[in-house]
């Protein structure tokens, strides 16, 4: 289950309940996962397989909000034989309303805490070849090093475009498809000026270290003026889908 128990996240933040097996009696299950949140929003869940469903309000999370997850799960029936294993209570606390914005035309950053700007960051996003996705973002994992290597997106060491950089600073994971926000020291004469990465968006790594130091997993990161739009569930995508299609991926809804 995220979050963690006792973790504070940010306004982005899904609940997101992986389970090792399929689940066949959705309904049964979801009747029994509850999110009691103070103070209270309108919320639901979405299966987005047989293994995994998420939980998000309507609106983001307002700063400050405490979190119940409660899951009654022991002995129930998933199907084909196979029961739930474990009950779960897990409390967790949504931080201050980090968010930030890249445009990517404009190669800019903008950090703002509960509507307020903070900074403003030169950046560099992907170029022609390999657009920066426009869409919402929340920040799935953080590195304060990471190696990069293009082979786990797809790109075969013989591609021109391939690459293998090791010990990357302050990274910060906002798609399954290898986004990072990361320190690019490589770029630094670029950045603010012209995109250049294979995708990710890089800064200098003074800039990189502030924002790292700034951010809690599940904070927004929105993208915007990019031709290239965000694949369905290439990361935590759930604020990119309508709300009136979001309870449609409730097994209650189904039955209703």
């Not at 997101?16 to 999110?35: G, Q």
């Not at 997106?153 to 498809?177: E, F």
């Not at 270290?209 to 990019?226: A, C, E, N, P, T």
Request: hydrophobic residues 35%; aromatic residues 10%.
């Amino acid at each position: 289950v995220a979050p963690l128990q006792g973790e504070t996240v940010g306004v982005g933040m899904p609940v997101i309940v992986t389970f090792d097996v399929p689940v066949k009696n959705r309904a049964l299950f979801e009747r029994n996962m509850s999110v009691q949140a103070t103070p209270a929003v309108e919320g639901s869940w979405d299966w987005f397989s047989e293994r995994e469903v998420h939980f998000r309000p309507q609106h983001f999370w307002k700063a400050g909000t405490k979190v119940k997850v409660v899951l009654r799960l022991n002995g129930l029936p998933a199907g084909n034989g196979i029961y739930g294993q474990q009950d779960q209570v897990i409390d967790f606390n949504i931080g201050r309303a980090a968010i930030s914005t890249v445009d990517v035309r404009s190669h800019q950053l903008t950090y703002t805490v509960d509507g307020k700007k903070v900074r403003t960051i030169p950046v560099s996003s992907g170029d022609a070849q390999h657009q920066s996705r426009e869409g919402t973002k929340i920040i799935m994992e953080k590195f304060s090093k990471v190696d990069m290597d293009a082979a786990t997106t797809g790109i075969d060491s013989t591609d021109p475009g391939y690459y293998n950089i090791k010990d990357v600073r302050w990274a910060m994971r906002i798609t399954n498809s290898g986004e990072f926000l990361h320190a690019a020291p490589w770029t630094d004469a670029k950045q603010g000026h012209v995109n250049a990465s294979h995708g990710c968006t890089g800064m200098s790594t003074a800039n990189a270290d502030w924002l790292y130091h700034h951010s809690r997993r599940g904070d927004v990161v929105k993208f915007i003026h990019s031709p290239r739009p965000l694949e369905d569930r290439n990361g935590w995508t759930d604020w990119n889908v309508k709300w009136s299609k979001w309870i449609e991926g409730s097994a209650l809804s189904k039955l209703a």
